[in-house]
């Protein structure tokens, strides 16, 4: 069935440096791709998201690549700050009315 | 922030009994989501709704029950509940003009003893 892979499953990085967690899909249908950011005691947020007519988007600190042909997306984060530290998701849907699939997760460390 | 309400929190409750836990939407979101998380880990689809007097179950097979007889509201219901339901329960609602995004709640961590 479809699924999503989501790696590394933890990470740990130097306040300031860059974070990249990568995400791999099988539904060579998906269309939308959001991640969400879930912080302790908290449901999840999404944080951004890209739609597959285009390679990336970036908002301030924060952007996500599309490969289509290969089937994988992934979250960049520049110059980490204590408050990223958070579990991070990613999914794949093909539409507003089918269900996301989600990857496990990520735990991303900043390290001060 | 956004409109999505969870009660209780928290709950710690005795083997077998029955609890409800609730969920609330003031965005007037046609698709409603009920997840379950071991906390930091995998979110699990344990039922979703696509409007009134639709419920359908998730990929997780769950023991539990859902409603939703209103837009609004989206109750999930354990008649007899047991040491392997503890887990964090997670309300999500989808809808609007993008229709993409799902809000969350807070969850309710619950605990069964």
């Known amino acids: 069935g479809e699924n999503v892979e989501q790696h590394p499953s933890t990470l740990s990085v130097q306040e300031g440096d860059s974070a990249v967690i990568k995400c791999t899909y099988s539904d060579s249908a998906s269309n939308y791709f959001p991640w969400y950011k879930q912080e302790l005691g908290k449901g999840p947020q999404l944080i951004i998201d890209?739609?597959?007519n285009v390679g990336e988007k970036k908002d301030q600190r924060i952007a996500v690549t599309l490969n289509k042909t290969a089937k994988h997306f992934s979250l960049h984060i520049t110059e980490t700050q204590p408050e990223d530290s958070a579990v991070y998701f990613c999914a794949a849907s093909k539409g507003s009315n089918y269900q996301l699939i989600w990857g496990a997760g990520t735990k991303l460390i900043i390290k001060p | 922030e956004a409109d999505i309400y969870q009660t209780p929190r928290y709950l710690v409750i005795g083997t077998g009994k029955k609890i409800t836990l609730e969920c609330s939407q003031t965005m007037g979101h046609d698709k409603m989501y009920w997840y379950q998380q071991d906390p930091g880990m995998e979110l699990h689809l344990i039922h979703y709704?696509?409007?009134?007097?639709?419920?359908e179950k998730g990929d997780l097979s769950s023991e539990s029950t859902v409603s939703r007889i209103r837009t609004e509201h989206f109750p999930l219901t354990l008649e007899s509940a047991r040491p392997s339901h503890t887990s964090q329960y997670l309300c999500?609602?989808?809808?609007?003009?993008?229709?993409?995004?799902?809000?969350f709640g807070p969850g309710t961590r619950l605990t069964v003893t």
């Open positions: 709704s696509y409007g009134v007097n639709s419920t």
């Open positions: 890209i739609r597959s």
């Open positions: 999500a609602s989808r809808g609007g003009a993008a229709g993409y995004e799902q809000y």
